[in-house]
């Protein structure tokens, strides 16, 4: 099933253009910017290489966690459900957070990066998981969560990202028959695999990843009223971030266990 594409309604947004590249900090300040802002917020963020698992996903059965050791790439662990993830400097993440006094349609967030890769010359489609892809390969991937009145939808676009380090790096112990004989020991979540691609594949030469961040940055940061501002993580932000992120997101305890204790809930 694929969605058509549609120009919506823009909303006002703080925008952050986070400039960051260690993926415990995003984690935490998603949370910080989800549970204490009550504005409409996009953030877009890179980081150095790393696998990124569900809340609710197993280290043993997604991750190869010796190779990626060897290679010093981050083992981390979001808040929010869905599948394990590779990030690295090829590719751009992007974080939308909104206050709402109705029922959530996170299909509104794929509509709209659709109609940006549309206005750039990509006949990108989504699927009913909320994925997006070029000639059946997948570029992005999505995770939501909901706090209370707030809702949080964030996803991946693969622009040129080491595609051999994905792979390998998303070689844990899982299968089916993996899951089976370790159902009693570890419950979680597996992920979904799918062949996937880089949207340069499809750009112009010219067309690099800095490039390509600005330009969806711009896209998501213009609107028709002028209303949606640049903003920068104050001092304090930044202290607060820091804090979450060395208590929660950095901690080996969080990172490695798919069932977790009350305290970090």
């Given amino acids: 099933m694929y969605f058509p594409i549609l120009r919506l309604e823009r909303f006002i947004m703080r925008c952050f253009h986070n400039t960051f590249t260690d993926i415990y900090f995003h984690l935490a300040a998603e949370e910080y910017l989800l549970k204490q802002e009550t504005d409409s917020v996009f953030m877009l963020w890179q980081d150095t290489p790393s696998v990124v698992m569900g809340k609710h996903q197993s280290v043993q059965l997604?991750?190869?966690?010796?190779?990626?050791?060897?290679?010093?790439?981050?083992?981390?662990?979001?808040?929010?459900?869905g599948g394990a993830v590779y990030h690295d400097l090829g590719n751009v993440n992007l974080t939308f957070i909104e206050t709402v006094s109705r029922l959530p349609d996170f299909s509104?967030?794929?509509?709209?990066?659709?109609?940006?890769?549309?206005?750039?010359?990509?006949?990108?489609?989504?699927?009913?998981?909320?994925?997006?892809?070029?000639?059946?390969?997948?570029?992005?991937?999505?995770?939501?969560?909901?706090?209370?009145?707030?809702?949080?939808?964030?996803?991946?676009?693969?622009?040129?990202?080491?595609?051999?380090?994905?792979?390998?790096?998303?070689?844990?112990?899982?299968?089916?028959?993996?899951?089976?004989?370790?159902?009693?020991?570890?419950?979680?979540?597996?992920?979904?695999?799918?062949?996937?691609?880089?949207?340069?594949?499809?750009?112009?030469?010219?067309?690099?990843?800095?490039?390509?961040?600005?330009?969806?940055?711009?896209?998501?940061?213009?609107?028709?009223?002028g209303a949606n501002r640049i903003y920068h993580f104050s001092r304090e932000d930044v202290e607060a971030i820091e804090h979450l992120k060395c208590q929660k997101y950095s901690c080996p305890e969080w990172i490695m266990h798919a069932q977790l204790s009350n305290k970090m809930k």
């Fill in 108 to 225: 509104l967030y794929l509509h709209r990066i659709l109609d940006f890769l549309k206005l750039i010359g990509l006949p990108a489609k989504g699927d009913e998981r909320l994925g997006i892809y070029l000639d059946g390969l997948k570029i992005s991937g999505s995770a939501q969560f909901i706090h209370k009145n707030r809702i949080l939808y964030h996803c991946t676009l693969l622009f040129d990202t080491d595609l051999l380090a994905l792979e390998i790096a998303l070689q844990g112990k899982g299968g089916i028959d993996n899951m089976l004989s370790n159902r009693r020991k570890v419950r979680a979540v597996p992920s979904v695999r799918s062949a996937v691609t880089n949207i340069s594949r499809y750009m112009d030469a010219e067309q690099d990843i800095r490039r390509f961040a600005r330009l969806v940055f711009r896209y998501f940061l213009d609107d028709e009223e």
């Fill in 62 to 81: 997604e991750v190869n966690r010796e190779w990626a050791e060897e290679q010093q790439i981050q083992i981390a662990r979001r808040f929010s459900g």
